[in-house]
């Protein structure tokens, strides 16, 4: 290990977040149950941009400005007043291609303005949809990365830890790892890449257990699988886009 | 999995602490390199208590009101104004027996104080010296559990971790665990477990990096040993004491 290279840390939860100084540091915004998945899912099926906001109301107001497209849930169902929900699969190339989406989140995008707020150098959006461009990236930019797990209410949870932990494993050797918590997470991720549904579904966790509730467990199987979208989501002036250029 | 069993949470920082209502549940207090471990070890060798204390100033008061031994480090030495440190190592039989000791750690003691403000029902001290013992107590006990990890300076760290997933291997089929941070600390002591030394060292874990910096291997080494203090430390009357009986 260089001790040259730039440091990496993982954050296991938006309550952690204060912990670490990002001001240097491209941030990895992490919610793979599901809205990084679905968000690295929709642009790269075409969609123009992606404006995460906080509430459902305000997804209302600025799906009106803009003629956009409004979609969020609220316990597994289509939040009222929004069209569509927050599974990857509502999106394809012939429904949203060229337009623009506006989503609510509960853990992702409270995250996402948290690490704004906290004067991050750059936003990106990791899932397993993108693993690999990712990765890419964090090796060619070679800044301070942190990645920031969105968890649920604050609680840690399986699903973005092994996420943090498959970039762990993949970029480690370009970093300087000086953190618990990442060992932790590709220790987990170490254990569990040969069949994380069903590490997901033996360590009884807690989002397997709620998607499978409502009947989503396609969405877990879609969104544990890596590589099916290999684009960079970047924020940049309120709206996610597609990264076209990589220098 | 009987649902009605009590629930079993992992908490894996002080700074998470306030997302769960222990107001009816036996908190483990556990920072394994030193304070939980030496605390346990030093009761075992018959200290008559240890009183936990937050600052250096605050070990100075209450020692000399006392007249108890006073203890604590700050960056690795002995803190000034403190007669002894944070290794269990100088604490045996033939020195600490029939006394109290006051005793200042940055982490351990901050939490334990965070639980009884937030109204824990029951404070105890686990490490892995008397694993076996919080584990057989908890079972008996049949209540609700929050295994709380004290980290360090709130980032999440490997040992403490490391300790909250031996006691959910050994106790889970007793307790309802909807916790994602118990099936994750499960799994890296299950990794772990072979030789959690090695473990350490190869995750880069930070605390083994700061200790060993200090020349404490030794403590390292005494500190991730199994049950060679089997007894139960409880908090009581701001006092930690041994607890003589289990019913």
């Known amino acids: 290990m260089d001790n040259k290279s730039p440091e990496l840390y993982t954050c296991?939860?938006?309550?952690?977040?204060?912990?670490?100084?990002?001001?240097?540091?491209?941030?990895?915004?992490?919610?793979?149950?599901?809205?990084?998945?679905?968000?690295?899912?929709?642009?790269?099926n075409g969609a123009k941009a992606i404006i995460p906001v906080d509430?459902?109301?305000?997804?209302?107001?600025?799906g009106k400005q803009i003629a956009a497209i409004t979609a969020g849930e609220r316990d597994g169902q289509i939040a009222e007043g929004l069209q569509y929900g927050n599974s990857p699969f509502e999106y394809p190339r012939e429904f949203i291609s060229g337009k623009t989406l506006v989503l609510t989140t509960t853990n992702g995008t409270k995250l996402l303005h948290m690490a704004l707020d906290k004067g991050a150098k750059e936003i990106i959006i990791g899932s397993f949809c993108n693993l690999d461009t990712v990765c890419d990236y964090l090796i060619k930019k070679g800044k301070p990365v942190l990645l920031a797990c969105a968890a649920w209410k604050d609680k840690v949870n399986i699903e973005d830890t092994l996420f943090a932990g498959a970039v762990v494993q993949k970029v480690k050797e370009y970093f300087t790892v000086n953190c618990d918590a990442s060992g932790l997470a590709e220790t987990m991720y170490a254990d569990a890449r040969g069949d994380m549904l069903n590490f997901m579904k033996t360590k009884n966790?807690?989002?397997?257990?709620?998607?499978?509730?409502?009947?989503?467990?396609?969405?877990?199987?879609?969104?544990?699988?890596?590589?099916?979208?290999?684009?960079l989501p970047v924020y940049t002036d309120g709206k996610l886009i597609k990264k076209t250029s990589f220098t």
Request: proline share 3%; charged share 15%.
């Open 55 to 62: 509430s459902v109301a305000e997804c209302i107001r600025i």
């Open 205 to 231: 966790a807690s989002h397997y257990k709620r998607l499978t509730g409502y009947g989503l467990i396609k969405d877990i199987e879609f969104c544990l699988t890596p590589n099916t979208a290999n684009i």
């Open 12 to 44: 296991l939860s938006p309550a952690l977040l204060h912990l670490y100084d990002i001001s240097n540091s491209t941030v990895v915004i992490i919610d793979i149950l599901r809205a990084t998945s679905t968000i690295t899912t929709t642009l790269n």
